[in-house]
């Protein structure tokens, strides 16, 4: 992959997430015409093409910070089915109130091998204990039904965390160098990783929380 520029990088973004809502609303139909196998299918990639725009996203704060970019390391894990799930998953913990205390993140890191089985399943036929499965024996209404609604949480939040930031293209190079400053993450021990991945949820949501009482302290200020 060639290197790209902060313009494209929130190209790709915005691509994703038409993508991603698309797909959606698509499994949603199919879903409501009893098609839940492959509905499943859809909610499972519109997942993984959100996971794209982490991984665009990032890239870009990383050209902010002046931080080196592997393009051939992005351009793989932009097609590799594992390293979307395994992003997914870490969004979904970092994004979930109390995960910490009540996820396993490791668990939900090395799931990504049976969450690409399961999309499999969904497409063809395999065989079960000496029987042969549809995707619809295998993939019940239930599993379809949690991951359209997973599909929209992860959408959800994923344009939170744009707006927060904003597009690359208007972003102050500071404040991606204030992210960067005390980590490389080209050379962070995977056992560290995880150490960082769990302060930093519990700081979003600790922050988050204290944003929220401030905000009902004022409301009740007004109203007495």
């Known amino acids: 992959m060639q290197k790209l520029t902060l313009k494209q990088l929130d190209a790709g973004v915005e691509a994703a997430f038409a993508n991603a809502g698309s797909l959606i609303d698509e499994a949603k ?4 015409s009893g098609f839940h196998a492959r509905a499943y299918t859809l909610s499972h990639i519109a ?9 665009l996203y990032t890239s870009g704060l990383r050209l902010l910070a002046e931080h080196p ?9 932009l097609r590799d089915h594992k390293s979307k799930l395994t992003s997914d998953a870490l969004v979904t913990f970092v994004s979930t109130p109390g995960a910490v ?9 090395a799931g990504s091998t049976s969450r690409n089985e399961w999309k499999n399943e969904s497409l063809y036929i395999a065989l079960k204990e000496g029987n042969f499965k549809t ?3 295998m993939i019940t209404p239930e599993k379809a039904k949690r991951t359209i609604e997973l599909a929209m949480f992860a959408f959800a939040d994923a344009k939170h965390f744009v707006s927060l930031g904003g597009k690359l293209t208007e972003r102050n190079p500071e404040g991606a160098k204030q992210i960067f400053k005390h980590i490389d993450p080209d050379n962070v021990d995977p056992r560290d990783a995880i150490k960082l991945i769990k302060k930093l949820t519990r700081l979003i949501h600790s922050k988050t929380k204290s944003q929220g009482d401030a905000e009902s302290s004022a409301q009740d200020s007004k109203q007495s």
């Open 135 to 137: 995707p619809s024996d």
């Open 101 to 109: 205390g009540e996820l396993d993140l490791e668990k939900m890191a």
């Open 29 to 32: 139909l199919l879903f409501q």
């Open 47 to 55: 997942r993984e093409e959100l996971a794209k725009v982490t991984m």
């Open 69 to 77: 970019v592997n393009w051939s390391k992005l351009e793989k894990r």
